[in-house]
């Protein structure tokens, strides 16, 4: 196998935050409110606080350009009284996205290439929607929509 050399074409930011007085329902508040205001990823860590109390670390990956109504959402909807911030370099692939016309509805394939790498993958939504309306289980509706991908779009 060929490797591709690659080097990394984006720059994101990954802010985190450590809270130890939390419940789960105000994390989950504040991980919407952070999609909503552009959070590209938002996820939690478990961690050991001091005097060995267990906490949470909140990782948010976003955009350079909303790092700071990011950073300051954090430090409005948790606990934390600081945010740290590092600007990093990443690797991605290029998007875009396909319509597949299906009898149960459109599915939208996502088909990511670059660094001489190609993968797709059907949006859970759309699939969840088209296994609903086909009253069939989600890796049936999978099958079924890649079927119509080869048949339904000649």
């Given at each position: 196998m060929d490797t591709v050399h690659a080097a990394p074409n984006r720059r994101i930011v990954l802010l985190s935050c450590?809270?130890?007085d939390m419940t789960g329902e105000e994390i989950g508040f504040a991980r919407e409110i952070l999609i909503k205001a552009g959070a590209m990823e938002v996820y939690t860590i478990p961690v050991q606080m001091k005097?060995?109390?267990p906490g949470v670390e909140i990782r948010v990956v976003?955009?350079?350009s909303v790092a700071d109504a990011v950073a300051n959402l954090l430090l409005m909807h948790t606990s934390t009284f600081g945010v740290r911030k590092q600007e990093m370099k990443a690797y991605a692939l290029e998007r875009?996205?396909?319509i597949i016309h299906t009898p149960n509805g459109d599915v939208r394939r996502v088909i990511a290439e670059g660094y001489g790498i190609t993968k797709d993958k059907l949006?859970?939504?759309d699939v969840f929607a088209y296994a609903q309306k086909?009253?069939?289980d989600m890796k049936t509706a999978?099958?079924?929509i890649y079927a119509c991908l080869e048949e339904?779009?000649?």
């Open positions: 450590n809270v130890d005097k060995s109390r976003c955009k350079p875009t996205t396909q949006e859970y939504d086909a009253g069939v999978q099958k079924q339904c779009e000649e």
